[in-house]
């Protein structure tokens, strides 16, 4: 069954949990990285997951998981090894539509969580939709050999000539094709040897030779 690949908005969105251990630990950091409200709920927490939620980084909810505990919550992770309680997880996602992910139970899984390369905000991922975690892992070690830390300030300087660039020309088309002339320039191999100042400059060089050509026109 072929999937239909992603990118969800949980910034401000309550995520649940179910689970206090280190796989939840794992997933409740995942999920704070991206700004989501997270909700733990398990009987017992690690020490860290007890830390977190007395920051007040989570909340925490120390008993055994109730179907309720998926009201208003956009999707559901069960990192638990008792099944009972992934199936209820299961059952109460279906209850209140939320998508719900059983860790290491595809058969379980409204969603697979895939493997990534994330270099500021460009993020790569890989996923072989449940049948093979161990190949997406191994796959996202190549690639994040190959797509190093330098992307992160490339995606930075041409999403601001990208902003630029609306700012100023009117045809879509054109943009388009002045954007990949920026993507022709040397700055990211300037980038990838450090030269960022020097990135910057032939990046707005480019930049401006292209806004003044399409102005004379």
């Not at 505990?69 to 099944?83: F, G, K, P, Q, R």
């Not at 309680?85 to 209850?95: C, D, I, M, S």
């Not at 040397?186 to 399409?214: M, S």
């Amino acid at each position: 069954m072929r999937l239909y690949p992603l990118a969800l908005k949980i910034d401000g969105r309550r995520c649940v949990v179910v689970g206090g251990g280190r796989v939840a630990e794992r997933k409740v950091a995942s999920l704070n990285e991206c700004g989501a409200e997270v909700v733990v709920v398990s009987p017992e927490l690690t020490l860290d997951l007890g830390e977190m939620a007395s920051r007040g980084e989570i909340e925490a909810v120390r008993r055994v998981f109730e179907p309720a505990d998926l009201e208003s919550a956009v999707l559901a992770i069960a990192a638990t090894d008792d099944t009972a309680v992934n199936e209820a997880v299961l059952a109460a996602g279906r209850t209140y539509s939320v998508l719900v992910n059983v860790v290491d139970v595809p058969e379980l899984c409204d969603f697979y969580v895939p493997a990534s390369v994330n270099r500021g905000d460009l993020q790569i991922t890989i996923s072989s939709s449940g049948a093979c975690p161990a190949l997406s892992r191994q796959l996202r070690r190549r690639l994040s050999a190959e797509f190093g830390p330098e992307y992160e300030p490339y995606l930075r300087l041409l999403n601001r000539l990208r902003r630029g660039l609306i700012e100023r020309v009117a045809e879509p088309a054109r943009r388009k094709e002045m954007l990949n002339e920026l993507l022709a320039s040397p700055a990211l191999g300037l980038l990838a040897e450090g030269a960022e100042t020097e990135a910057e400059r032939v990046l707005e060089e480019r930049f401006d030779v292209l806004v003044k050509g399409e102005q004379t026109e």
